[in-house]
Nanobody, 120 residues
Framework: QLQASGGGLVQAGGSLRLTCAASGFSFDDYSIGWFRQAPGKEREGISCISSKDGSTNYIDSVKGRFVISRDSAKNTVYLQMNNLKPEDTAVYYC???????????????WGQGTLVTVSS
């Protein structure tokens, strides 16, 4: 089970930290990804962290602004989002895949989503 939280309303330039809390599976065996879906758009993967070595990936539009991290002691993955832009407005989801590398992993477990709204 995955529980995403931390969304909210923020002004452009502000920051939010999303949390993805995992339970019910061996957290360290799973790569975790963050996805988002904006109104009227398809869901896109924006960042992920691999179980193998903690390596991270970001799409270009968030690179340098977002930071993904994981805390194995808490079975939690975070997405620190800085310098938010109105185009970051979306429902954000976390997902888990039993894979060593996160970039092309089969994400089978999904959280419920948390809404991020960035006002201009």
């Amino acid at each position: 089970q995955l529980q995403a939280s931390g969304g909210g309303l923020v002004q452009a330039g502000g920051s939010l930290r999303l949390t993805c809390a995992a339970s019910g599976f061996s957290f360290d065996d799973y790569s975790i990804g963050w996805f988002r879906q904006a109104p009227g758009k398809e869901r896109e993967g924006i960042s992920c962290i691999s179980s193998k070595d903690g390596s991270t990936n970001y799409i270009d539009s968030v690179k340098g602004r977002f930071v993904i991290s994981r805390d194995s002691a808490k079975n939690t993955v975070y997405l620190q989002m800085n310098n938010l832009k109105p185009e970051d407005t979306a429902v954000y989801y976390c997902a888990a895949a039993k894979a060593l590398l996160c970039r092309v992993a089969p994400y089978a477990y999904w959280g419920q989503g948390t809404l991020v709204t960035v006002s201009s």
